[in-house]
């Protein structure tokens, strides 16, 4: 922590973060030293995208390991931020980049371009991308919802592939 | 039935005992005939004609007839899977051992035929390893590589000790009366008992399937112990020679120290080999024929390499299969591929077999059978205990650095698993008796606790497994959804554990990764290999090589394929044989289609076939004709197939579309071909203007694309854009070939061009559906039509014709369906095409 002191994180927002995304106090404190030597130019944000530390640590609540016992204590507030359904919207979201919920074939095309080698020709990758939204399409919008992406995605272990070790 | 089953069992078993009684017992006495012959030989009187000389091939003979005998047992005991789901198939075999050991002693009154350790080793053993190094999910063998090894070291190092710990107090304390046994040798027994099996839990497991890291954990633990079993047989046998008197703290250090030597070294070893493998398959391009021969040379030389350095074999097979397998597969060819992957199949289970037929062979035999109840009760009991009390204590250690943990559940299958085996029994033969005086009080317990294990903790498994309702493996369906998501996931993780600072597992595997394809691929992957190692793209190619045998299957059992033999549909694409783009094109594109067709019924089904036609037409890089023709064939098929479906009201695993839009489409078609056969009839040259147009609307699509773009490789990226359903409004209305065929005003025939396979369909189609009209509008094939007729002839059927006379119809139906009025299309496309 600088000597910047509208950045200096205080207790309470600490406690707030804590309650909000489930991280522990050193955990978030530890955070906290590393939001700041990304955040070089010293706006209290990263780059252009203006993320706040709020921000960064609810994107980083999402890939915290599930926790069973996380059931009893949020009983009565909504899903924590690391639950399945909350780690796969996040997932969702980042294809769907014009945030219409819905995941077109261009959205896909562009995710798996970035993914993809160069010695996959355009139109290949048109086809995979066809039938990928063809697998998961119900309704036959050619457009993935949510709920689509959630119910092809049911096999696949969320919680242990999205999920990275926080060190305390 | 499972009576007659039984029967049948009862028979089979008669007849394998009593040929077997057959062949033993003349065969023994002809042993000793010829002896005698062989003695009287030397005085023979005249020539003979024949002689039985049985010393000539004895060995080998044997050890044939005995391997035939091991599998007629595995024969015999698969026949009836009442018995197999209880019990499971190594305790069957173990038994069958037992009758079959029963009879040779019978005949022989000793055991002739016994598991030696040098045969168990060298040659049953090692093909269980490599296929199991070369099968090894790596991915999970190596995120769980921690827990495994804390299993594998330490468990074993726990079990070995407190077992022989605890034998030994038992053994002061009198439980187990006069036994001639010191500490050492308690501590020897010890960790040869240990080990969990790798042969045996394979057995027992897979007829479980519980979930995959449950298994990894256990089974990669089976396999790493043997680091482990090793050295501490080796050390504790040295300590036994040496006697107690001269261990000492050096001694003890240079035991730690010959663990990590052996551990790693033959680790060590196994990569050497594995990286000469690849290195070997990198070049065999010319000899492609013996391949396979060198993955299983290689793999057999790391093991017996190992051996022979005194360095942990299993280790340096499991990791020179580890790490070869990704290569190789990329390396060798498909055939290759698939022969290694059999033949390894093949080689393992063959080896399992004979491992359990004769340790159960090995049990009946007099001389080796010492018993001591309390030792034998009391090894039982100090297994069991000591196995969960390990596995739960290490487990609870690294729950807390786990990402998952592991469930109670799960741990308690995992404690139950520790199964012994063949190895534990062949290790106890090898024991020297004149140090160890007990050896056949050893050699006694270890065979009861690996019968114990392999049949009474076999069977109870399963039905263990499911009371406790252990998650079981996820039955893995190849979606390419799934493998872009996962991919996906791996990415998001690297790039979250950069932002949130810390080095954790994905960056080390991103790293690993990025190495990987710097220098290792460039290293030992041929260059054709390392282009095609998108893994997302090869799921996609097998999703649509497994899509397009399923529906040349479907084809074939439905009815004639001769139209597929039609040379002159597929002349275009000898044109077109020159580059070698991505041969994997035609199926890509063919799959799409056919998915379009058959699983979404409400995607205008012909457009994709029409696409795929222009592809076909226009595609380069097709190295191979099979290639063409499974991909013609593939693309005659879609279309037919649903329809076929459809109109013989026939069930197969295809889904059938019900949906209301196909049906409406499917009967504006007919409709349509009905008016154009009425019209036909009436105008007589009708038909043919529309028949060409409706394959010129085909052709549109090349020029049109020919126009956007320069150079055939443009012209075809940009017709898959289009066929792709990328602008699903100029295909799907625009260019839908069957719903409007008429509307193309462009009357050039550029009719050589294959017609559409849904054209030859079509004809099916509307055969079956209005039979009547078959009689009535015939138009004269003449040498004219031939020219559009020709395509049509693809079929053998006699509706060709009238398919030509039911197009105008369709120009009616058109306007009744939702789609644009037919003048702008046509014209654009001309004003295009001009």
Not at chain 2, 288 to 297: D, T
Request: hydrophobic share 45%; net charge negative; with cysteine.
């Amino acid at each position: 922590m600088g000597s910047r002191a509208s950045t200096l994180l205080r207790e309470e927002e600490i406690e707030e973060i804590k309650k909000e995304t489930g991280f522990s106090h050193s955990q978030i404190t530890r955070l906290y030293s590393r939001f700041t030597s990304l955040d070089k130019g010293e706006n209290g944000a990263l780059r252009e995208d203006q993320v706040n530390f709020r921000g960064f640590m609810r994107t980083l609540a999402h890939f915290r390991p599930v926790e069973d016992n996380e059931k009893n204590k949020n009983v009565s507030n909504t899903e924590p931020l690391n639950s399945r359904t909350n780690k796969l919207h996040f997932a969702f979201q980042l294809y769907d980049l014009d945030r219409d919920d819905k995941i077109s074939r261009d959205e896909l095309l562009q995710v798996l371009r970035m993914m993809v080698g160069v010695n996959i020709s355009d139109e290949q990758l048109g086809s995979i991308a066809d039938r990928t939204i063809q697998e998961a399409d119900a309704n036959g919008d050619g457009c993935i919802s949510f709920t689509e992406f959630m119910k092809v995605l049911e096999k696949v272990d969320v919680e242990q592939k999205m999920s990275i070790r926080f060190l305390h | 039935m499972s009576l007659m089953g039984l029967r049948r069992h009862a028979d089979l078993w008669l007849l394998g005992s009593a040929m077997l009684l057959c062949c033993v017992s003349p065969l023994k006495a002809e042993v000793k005939n010829s002896e005698h012959e062989s003695h009287s030989n030397s005085n023979i009187t005249g020539i003979p004609i024949v002689t039985f000389k049985w010393e000539h091939v004895e060995t080998p003979y044997l050890v044939a007839l005995w391997v035939l005998v091991s599998f007629l047992c595995k024969l015999v005991i698969e026949a009836n899977h009442h018995v197999t789901n209880i019990i499971p198939e190594s305790a069957l075999l173990i038994c069958a051992g037992f009758i079959l050991g029963g009879i040779i002693w019978g005949a022989d009154l000793q055991q002739t035929f016994k598991l030696t350790p040098t045969v168990f080793f060298f040659y049953l053993l090692p093909p269980i390893i490599l296929d199991s190094g070369y099968h090894m999910p790596n991915k999970l063998f190596f995120t769980n590589l921690g827990a495994i090894l804390v299993y594998a070291v330490i468990g074993t190092c726990w079990n070995a000790a407190s077992l022989g710990l605890s034998l030994w107090g038992c053994h002061k304390g009198g439980a187990m009366g006069e036994l001639d046994i010191g500490l050492l040798q308690y501590l020897l027994f010890g960790s040869l008992i240990a080990a969990v099996d790798p042969v045996a839990v394979l057995a027992v497991f897979e007829q479980v399937h519980v979930n995959e890291v449950l298994f990894i954990l256990v089974f990669g633990e089976s396999l790493l112990n043997d680091g482990v079993t090793v050295v501490l047989f080796n050390v504790f046998d040295a300590f036994v020679t040496l006697g107690g008197a001269q261990i000492d703290a050096v001694e003890i250090i240079k035991g730690i120290i010959s663990f990590f030597v052996v551990a790693f070294g033959g680790s060590l070893l196994g990569f050497v080999f594995g990286l000469l493998m690849c290195f070997l398959t990198r070049c065999t391009k010319n000899i492609q024929i013996i391949e396979p021969g060198f993955i299983f040379v290689v793999g057999y030389l790391s093991y017996l390499t190992a051996e022979m350095l005194s360095l942990s074999a299993i280790l340096s097979c499991v990791f020179c299969g580890v790490c070869c397998q990704k290569y190789i597969n990329a390396n060798m060819n498909e055939n290759s591929v698939k022969t290694v992957k059999y033949a390894m199949k093949v080689f393992a289970n063959g080896s399992e077999t004979m491992i359990f037929v004769f340790l159960g062979i090995s049990a009946i035999d007099k001389t080796i059978w010492v018993w001591n109840t309390g030792f034998i009760l009391l090894t039982l009991l100090f297994i069991f205990i000591y196995r969960f009390i390990g596995v739960f204590i290490q487990t609870w250690i690294l729950n807390r650095f786990r990402l998952v943990p592991l469930e109670f559940i799960d741990q308690l299958i995992m404690g139950f698993g520790g199964l012994r085996g063949a190895v534990a029994y062949g290790l106890a033969v090898m024991m020297d008796e004149n140090k160890i005086k007990e050896k056949n009080l050893m050699v006694s317990t270890t065979l009861i606790v690996v019968f114990f294990t392999v049949i009474v903790q076999g069977i109870i498994m399963k039905p263990l497994v499911k009371w406790l309702k252990v998650k079981k493996a996820t039955e893995s369906e190849l979606t390419l959804i799934e493998k872009v998501q996962n991919r996906v996931f791996d990415h998001m993780l690297v790039a979250i554990e950069d932002i949130s600072g810390q080095i954790g597992h994905n960056y080390m595997r991103d790293k690993w990764k990025n190495f990987e394809e710097k220098w290792m691929m460039w290293l030992l992957m041929k260059p054709s290999a390392r282009k095609k190692q998108d893994h997302v793209f090869n799921v996609f190619h097998q999703l649509n090589l497994k899509d397009a045998v399923e529906y040349v299957s479907e084809g074939e059992s439905r009815g004639s394929l001769e139209f597929i033999r039609n040379d002159s549909a597929i002349i275009d694409f000898k044109k077109k044989l020159g580059e070698d783009i991505f041969d994997t094109m035609p199926d890509v594109t063919a799959d799409t289609s056919f998915d379009h067709g058959i699983v979404l019924p409400d995607r205008r089904d012909p457009v994709p076939s029409v696409s795929l036609e222009m592809h076909e037409q226009t595609m380069n890089g097709l190295r191979e004709m099979e290639d063409l023709n499974s991909h013609h064939l593939l693309q005659e098929h879609l279309y037919k197939g649903r329809k076929q479906h459809r109109h013989k009201f026939s069930r197969n695993h295809l889904t059938i579309n019900t949906d209301e839009d196909e049906v409406q489409e499917i009967f504006q078609r007919t409709m349509r071909r009905r008016l154009e056969s009425f019209k036909s009839a009436k105008m007589g040259m009708g038909p043919p203007k529309i028949i060409s147009k409706h394959t010129k609307k085909e052709q549109q699509k090349a020029p049109n694309g020919m126009k956007r773009n320069s150079g055939d490789e443009d012209f075809e990226f940009s017709e898959a854009d289009s066929a792709s359903g990328y602008d699903p409004s100029y295909s799907y209305r625009s260019g839908g070939g069957i719903e409007n065929p008429a509307f193309m005003a462009d009357l050039d025939p550029v009719v050589p061009v294959q017609i559409p396979p849904w054209l030859a369909e079509a004809e099916l189609y509307s055969g079956a559906v209005s039979p009547s009209q078959r009689a009535q509008a015939r138009p004269p094939l003449s040498a004219g039509d031939l020219r559009r007729l020709a395509p049509l002839r693809i079929s053998t059927r006699s509706t060709d014709s009238f398919m030509m006379a039911d197009i105008p119809a369709a120009e009616q139906r058109r306007d009744s369906f939702d789609l644009p009025p037919p003048p702008p299309p046509p014209p654009s496309k001309d004003g295009r095409h001009q």
